[in-house]
């Protein structure tokens, strides 16, 4: 099946996007195009028009930053196998390398983007929950100029976010791992670069043990392990957590490979301290 028709944007600068997204309601920024051309190529989505940023310049960035507020700060344009490549992210935020190493193929990461990834809101995918369980944030500029999302305020429901329709996702923050600290990530899937039936993200500080969870629930969803025996984490997650009942697995199933994984990755995390 062919895409319905639309109209091609290719702007030279954000400025320029921005007002073409404010000057069309039904838009969609391509950046990557690994989520949004399969949609359209389906026709399950049908913009009126395409604004394609990848000739803006300076948004295929990638910062870290070491000191109290330490963190990485990823461009709208850098691809995940950029990311995944560096040494700089892999020492100041271990747990974004651990993460990316499990999305898709690396066919897909080389086109794909990051932050392209985190507005797509795919509660299947692994960076959105990476970016809420570090308590991370997203950057976006729109006609009334440029505000910063939390990850605790991004995702609202099923592949649907907070960003407003005529603002453009510039960059995300990841917060750094604090010293002594641990991280860990795990996910269980048919086949390496499937989405995953169940994933876990951990990051373990002093007695503070939080447990992000994708495929679970039909956001991510982050869950506090906080002072909770090992034999009982499992339980003490499922409390928190709904999980869904799909065509790829049923609620009960997904329930039973939360109780698996959660240990695994609280314990992994542990010991990378």
Known sequence: MKPAPFVYRRPGSLAEAVAALAGEPNAKVLAGGQSLVPLLSMRLAAPAMLVD????PGLDTITV????????????????????????????????????????????????????SLVHADAAAEMPVVLTLLGGSLEVE??????????????????????A???????????GLATGAGVAFQEIARRHGDYALVGAAALV???????????????????????????DLGEAALAQ?????????????????????????????REGM
């Open 53 to 56: 940023i990848n000739a803006i």
């Open 165 to 175: 329709p005529d603002e453009i996702a510039v960059s995300a923050f990841f917060p």
């Open 205 to 231: 500080e002093g007695e503070s043990v939080k447990v992000g969870y994708l495929s679970v629930s039909d956001v991510p969803t982050v869950v506090d392990l906080s002072g909770v025996d090992d034999a």
């Open 142 to 163: 729109g006609p009334a100029g440029r505000r910063t999302i939390p990850a605790s305020e991004l995702y609202l429901g099923p592949l649907e976010s907070s960003l």
């Open 241 to 269: 957590l709904e999980p869904m009942d799909d065509i790829h697995a049923t609620a009960a199933y997904r329930a039973q490979l939360v109780r698996v994984i959660t240990t695994r990755v609280v314990r992994s995390a």
């Open 65 to 116: 930053e070491d000191g109290g507020a330490s963190g990485v700060r990823v461009g709208a344009l850098a691809r995940h196998a950029a990311v995944l490549a560096s040494d700089d992210v892999r020492r100041v935020q271990p747990l974004v390398t651990q993460a990316l190493a499990h999305v898709a193929h690396a066919t897909i990461r080389n086109r794909g983007t990051t932050v392209g």
